[in-house]
């Protein structure tokens, strides 16, 4: 240890920061980029290819493409809540966003993919709405509402019900889809939930169903992509996925 001197050199440290040149070409490079691979896609068109495992067996039903995927849509509530869809979709962060029409994007290709209504959810065994839900009592209960993005994006319903001038005592937030539904469990409260999956749920959960009692939008859901992955063959399959599990459900 006597022969070890101490490091007299001083250290410096190096911090690398982005020029002006990088900031100006940010923005037109990706898109000289995506603009490019759309003539290159157009003029030759991508297929699709049967593939196999790397032990050379057959390719399995799903990819041959001809398992469904019934639980496409139902998972829909597990996907990317972004709160720049369109920033997203330009930047090719998403391959297809599913959003209701609210938000969509002016700039992106788009396609109707289904319409839906909503219902109120009561706990079954609730005496407090007697056997109607009109809207003064409706005004008057508790609610349980969602959100998403950590509570800063709420969901269609408050958006639509607003709109139509009910104002909602939210006393519950919740940060999916399916959870409204449970979290009427044993209490008074009221939420309102698309119709498909009110019914689903209600399978499983002691839950009453009522009609909204005022004049509420039905929610219609799009599908939007970049226009740059027009001719993407996958993305076509994907597409048509989406379509045919959303007609039959």
Request: glycine letters at 6%; hydrophobic letters at 40%; aromatic letters at 6%.
């Amino acid at each position: 240890m006597s022969r070890v001197r101490p490091l007299t050199l001083p250290l410096f440290c190096v911090v690398l920061s982005p020029t002006g040149t990088r900031f100006f070409y940010a923005e037109p490079v990706p898109k000289i980029w995506r603009s490019t691979r759309c003539c290159n896609d157009r003029l030759n068109p991508p297929k699709l290819r049967q593939t196999t495992g790397s032990n050379s067996s057959p390719a399995t039903p799903r990819q041959r493409g001809q398992l469904k995927p019934t639980s496409l849509l139902e998972t829909r509530g597990c996907s990317l809540v972004t709160l720049e869809p369109a920033e997203s979709l330009g930047r090719g962060d998403i391959d297809l966003l599913i959003t209701p029409v609210h938000f969509t994007s002016p700039f992106h290709q788009k396609l109707k993919l289904l319409e839906e209504d909503y219902v109120c959810v009561t706990w079954r065994d609730s005496t407090r709405f007697g056997d109607t839900l009109d809207l003064a009592a409706y005004k008057a209960a508790g609610h349980v509402a969602v959100s998403f993005a950590g509570g800063r994006t709420p969901g269609l319903d408050s958006a639509l019900l607003l709109e139509s001038g009910v104002e909602r005592r939210v006393e519950v937030v919740a940060g999916s889809l399916l959870a409204p539904a449970e979290l009427v469990i044993g209490t008074d409260r009221v939420a309102t939930v698309q119709r498909r999956l009110a019914r689903r749920v209600a399978q499983h959960l002691p839950l009453r169903l009522w009609d909204v009692p005022c004049k509420l939008p039905p929610l219609v859901e799009y599908m939007q992509w970049n226009r740059v992955r027009d001719a993407d063959p996958a993305l076509k399959w994907l597409i048509s996925q989406c379509l045919e599990v959303a007609a039959a459900i």
